[in-house]
């Protein structure tokens, strides 16, 4: 049975992983030819000093793109998609808390999941839509659905906002992916036919029950490189299948 689907175009994108710093790099990471095996974080230069100092790696990894994808146009808006946000800030505070050290109040306001979206909006003293989403495995394209859900509602653009990091250790257990530290932005808009401009379909029905278990565990790399790495193949990719979170969810490429 199929659920439904939405359509739209990219006007802008920008991304940022690890080790990946040139236009050959993109390309071969792209093709599967090089691992993003590298370290850091993204300078955030567009920032204010006195905010990005607050910002945690996580957010530096959304930040980046966010400010490369944003036009001067005020109140556009923003929708956050990440797994698992400010997890590495938040076990920190609880092992301060479990030793009994005083907390820093301001680790601890932005410990929330939509810390990179109040960190943006402050910075640019933006009045706009702001929403950060998590939805396990298949976060990026909730937060797809959230966006044309604001197109369809009368934004003439949105800047949809896709990333994480390594997990701390202490859920080493529990991985089902391989985590790496990312960030990408799309600005979003309604389906276009310029043909500069990259138009995509994302659709989703339920899955057949007995394969759901096998498909999600062939899936390894992490989902918002996945999804990343299908963007930028471009109309050679043509279509990405992944079965996740009981859904099997289609992405497709128009010319």
């Not at 923003?78 to 946000?85: E, M, Y």
């Not at 859920?171 to 530290?181: I, M, P």
């Not at 799309?186 to 989703?204: D, G, H, K, V, Y």
Request: hydrophobic letters at 40%.
């Amino acid at each position: 049975m199929r659920f439904g689907d939405v359509s739209f175009s990219v006007a802008s994108h920008a991304a940022w992983l690890a080790g990946i710093d040139s236009p050959e790099a993109w390309q071969r990471w792209t093709n599967g030819e090089l691992s993003a095996d590298g370290s850091g974080e993204p300078a955030v230069k567009s920032m204010p000093p006195m905010l990005r100092r607050r910002a945690s790696a996580a957010a530096k990894f959304a930040l980046e793109t966010a400010y490369q994808c944003l036009p001067a146009t005020e109140n556009i808006p923003v929708v956050f998609a990440s797994r698992h946000g400010e997890c590495a800030r938040s076990v920190e505070l609880l092992q301060e808390l479990a030793a009994r050290l005083p907390l820093s109040p301001t680790s601890f306001s932005l410990s929330v999941h939509n810390a990179s979206a109040g960190l943006l909006s402050i910075a640019r003293r933006e009045q706009g839509n702001s929403i950060a989403i998590a939805a396990g495995r298949s976060t990026v394209e909730h937060g797809v659905i959230e966006a044309c859900g604001l197109l369809a509602d009368g934004a003439p653009q949105v800047l949809l906002v896709a990333f994480d990091g390594p997990l701390p250790e202490q859920f080493d257990a529990y991985r089902d992916c391989h985590e790496q530290a990312y960030g990408w932005a799309w600005l979003m808009q309604a389906e276009q036919t310029e043909p500069q401009q990259q138009r995509i379909s994302l659709s989703w029905h339920a899955p057949d029950t007995a394969k759901i278990d096998t498909a999600a565990a062939s899936q390894t790399e992490a989902d918002g490189l996945a999804v990343l790495r299908f963007f930028l193949r471009g109309e050679q990719a043509d279509t990405l299948s992944r079965q996740v979170d009981g859904r099997c969810w289609n992405w497709s490429v128009h010319a």
